[in-house]
């Protein structure tokens, strides 16, 4: 079983530890791979509009996404989302949470 909720600060260092090596492989976020712990949270946590994770029954980040605006001013109604699952949970449906999640 999986939760989703609200991300808090002191679950940072968990989220930070799951996204860190998507954003160092460089194949899927346009961020550099060199991208700091600082900026990651600018980029994830600061600048959306809120951002979640997913945990398993044992407590364990598995999952995070955020949701913002796409654009400003007359584009502002339609979201962008930013989804990243853990490697060990990948396959197991974390994603389709997230997504129907986030669009409820």
Known sequence: MVTIR???DPHWPEVW?????????G???AVSPEITQAQAH?????V?????LAQAENAAVVGTYFIKPNQAGGGSHVC????IVGE???GKG???????DSQR
């Open 94 to 100: 974390v994603a389709s949470l997230m997504c129907a």
């Open 88 to 90: 060990n949970a990948r």
């Open 42 to 46: 600018q980029m994830w946590v600061e």
């Open 17 to 25: 530890r799951l996204i860190e090596p998507v954003f160092r492989a």
């Open 6 to 8: 609200k991300l808090e």
């Open 48 to 52: 959306p509009t809120a951002t979640y």
């Open 80 to 83: 962008n989302c930013g989804y």
């Open 27 to 29: 194949e899927t976020y």
